[in-house]
């Protein structure tokens, strides 16, 4: 496809378990963001990663939370032991020329 | 950490007024971006101003840069309804780094 996937696109989950979110961005793009948005604020700068350099880390909320991107490509976030404030949208977007092309979101619930 | 901040938060005008939201930031930059959020869904990216531009243009947007005040504002001129939306703005943090923070955010209602 043309533009960034996100999947799922909805995860219920129980408070405890791990979860896994998966990103494609779009082909060619080297930059690739991860950010979290809690109903009704704005976006929380979570990871990012450009090209083949070490990911700028520093808005991870805890060491739960741990994200990779193999190939330069896809990339999957992982939160461990999840809690209910972990309860959000994680947008991926992709970047270019100055600009995010981000996905729709993964929206995670932790019951 | 957010590195801008919206204000106001929120704001509702009726059709065909003008609606200005502003975004101030901490750090100096090296480019501020605008996004716009409907409801629920990703971001999509509007316009993108350099630190060495004071004013850009695009349709009916304008957005304004005052690296000197650490400020931004977005004009959206002649509303719409479609233009109901949530508006953030988008910064690096200047120094050798794609690392991108975005704002709280102005979430404008437009009445037909």
């Known amino acids: 496809g043309a533009g960034v996937s996100q999947s799922p696109s909805n995860k219920v989950t129980e408070k405890g378990k791990d979860v896994e979110l998966r990103c494609d961005p779009i082909?060619?793009?080297?930059?690739l963001y991860w950010y979290r948005q809690s109903l009704g604020q704005g976006l929380e700068f979570l990871i990012y990663?450009?090209?083949?350099?070490?990911?700028?880390k520093s808005g991870l909320p805890s060491d739960r939370f741990s994200a990779e991107r193999t190939g330069g490509s896809v990339s999957t976030l992982t939160i461990q032991r999840t809690q209910q404030e972990d309860s959000a949208v994680y947008l991926c977007a992709s970047y270019k020329y100055g600009e995010l092309f981000f996905g729709e979101g993964s929206r995670l619930t932790v019951l | 950490s957010q590195q801008g901040e919206e204000d106001p938060q929120a704001l509702s005008i009726q059709e065909g007024e003008n609606a200005t939201m502003n975004c101030s930031y901490k750090?100096?930059?090296?480019?501020l971006q605008w996004y716009r959020q409907n409801s629920g869904r990703g971001l999509v990216h509007l316009i993108l101003i350099r630190s060495n531009e004071r004013e850009k243009h695009s349709g009916r947007l304008r957005v304004t840069l005052d690296t000197s005040k650490k400020s931004s504002s977005l004009l959206i001129t002649a509303s719409r309804a479609a233009d109901t939306a949530s508006y953030f703005c988008a910064t690096d943090e200047g120094y050798n780094t794609d690392k991108l923070i975005f704002g709280t955010g102005t979430r404008l209602q437009v009445f037909p």
């Open positions: 990663f450009q090209g083949n350099s070490a990911p700028d």
């Open positions: 750090t100096s930059i090296n480019n």
């Open positions: 082909s060619g793009h080297t930059a």
